[in-house]
């Protein structure tokens, strides 16, 4: 029923958060309905329209023809000194090119992740410093859309910063939006987090509160608006997750239904961060690490002969390129898997360590790490120089897991 009434809605909605780059359907509403009722149809979504602006801006990420030669010297074995050595080199890479930014739009709340994992894993400040320094211009704010799990990224750098330097103050806009947020009823026809991407975005926040706080409500949110999200777009069949409503009934050419590399490595990434939150002893646990058992299961029948993944899971031969951000998400939940003892060494190493091989060679001389789908909502293409802050982000965050297994 939930899923019945949400598609329909989400069909008579185009929501423009929805960070889709291809205009053709657009052009056909266009044809249909005329340009004076489209604008009609999106004026009560402005607000929503926000950060659309700051997904595309330059400093999120560029494609450009001739990024150069690719970095042939770096070792793509899994030693931690060779792990390293890749991870300084495209973070400091990326740091130069962010230098005097201080954006917190989820596609830099995902890099400063990457950043903040960068400093722990090489023992360098300068990563850290540079989140701090953006936690710190915003006055430790979330973003401007108070119930927008993109908006509330950000606030898994908060809690974690605020980890090594507690200070009450750090957490209370958090908290008092979070309260907020708790006094709002749900809608059942209007899922909070009704695309995949959400479940990276908002859970960890949630969970990781609840933890710092000691106060269950907010691992209760986060719980009951999980499975609101999974009941809507898991598929049961192919243990994978569809990108939104919009996309259960669609297919690749090949007639497979359409799964989004990223989309579905979003959701591995925050399994990974909600069970590093939520106590062990937590009755509810066993749902997400049965999900990310039957996740991490299907993503290894499904590794490309390079060690990567395509844009769209399961018609890969549509796409010329494999696509490093989902990629980056799928070995930093498995490498976690492993050193953690959720999946079995024996089986998910060989997985991790040729994924990770195929991540390196898609570092580029001066630092670039390329192949990254720009910001979208379903499988595409894109040059091989394609680089964006988010996909950095996955990449350092796969890189501090893989450092840690020995190989």
């Known amino acids: 029923m939930l899923a019945n009434k949400f598609h329909r809605r989400m069909r008579s909605i185009v929501h423009p958060s929805m960070k889709s780059t291809k205009m053709t359907g657009i052009r056909a509403v266009v044809g249909h309905i005329g340009i004076l009722a489209l604008l009609l149809l999106f004026a009560p979504l402005a607000s929503a329209q926000l950060s659309t602006t700051q997904e595309t801006a330059a400093e999120v990420g560029d494609a450009p023809l001739d990024p150069g030669p690719l970095d042939h010297s770096l070792q ?22 962010v230098a005097g930014t201080d954006r917190i739009d989820w596609t830099f709340a995902t890099l400063y992740l990457g950043f903040l994992a960068a400093s722990d ?27 927008h799990a993109d908006d509330q990224a950000i606030g898994q750098s908060y809690l974690a910063l605020n980890q090594l330097d507690p200070d009450p103050r750090h957490l209370e806009p958090l908290r008092k939006q979070f309260d907020r947020l708790l006094q709002k009823p749900d809608d059942p026809d209007a899922p909070v987090w009704w695309w995949c991407d959400a479940l990276f975005m908002a859970p960890p926040v949630w969970a990781q509160l609840a933890a710092t706080t000691g106060q269950p409500k907010y691992l209760d949110f986060m719980d009951r608006e999980w499975h609101i999200t999974d009941h809507l777009l898991w598929d049961s069949k192919e243990h994978l997750f569809s990108r939104d409503s919009t996309y ?33 002893d937590d009755p509810r646990r066993a749902f997400y690490e049965t999900r990310f058992h039957q996740m991490a299961d299907r993503i290894r029948s499904i590794q490309g002969h390079d060690g990567l993944w395509r844009p769209g899971l399961l018609d890969s031969a549509a796409y010329p390129l494999p696509e490093i951000s989902g990629s980056s998400f799928f070995v930093y939940a498995m ?14 190493l060989p997985v991790v360590k040729k994924g990770w091989e195929g991540l390196v060679r898609h570092i580029y001389a001066d630092g670039r790490l390329g192949s990254i789908q720009p910001v979208g909502a379903s499988p595409d293409t894109y040059p091989p120089g394609a680089s964006y802050v988010f996909g ?9 897991e893989v450092a840690q297994l020995n190989p």
């Open 248 to 280: 259960l009934n669609k297919h690749e050419r090949n007639g497979q239904k359409i799964f989004w590399s990223r989309g579905n490595g979003w959701v591995m990434g925050g399994l990974v961060r909600v069970l590093n939150e939520m106590p062990r």
């Open 392 to 400: 950095t982000g996955a990449f350092l965050l796969a890189g501090a």
């Open 335 to 348: 490498a976690w898997g492993i050193r953690t003892g959720q999946l079995d060494r024996s089986l998910y």
């Open 76 to 97: 793509t074995r899994l030693h931690p000194a060779a792990v390293r050595a890749a991870m300084r080199k495209v973070a400091d890479w990326q740091l130069a090119h």
């Open 121 to 147: 894993s090489l023992n360098d400040p300068r990563y850290r410093d540079f989140v701090r320094g953006v936690a710190e211009a915003h006055q430790w704010q979330l973003g401007p859309r108070m119930a």
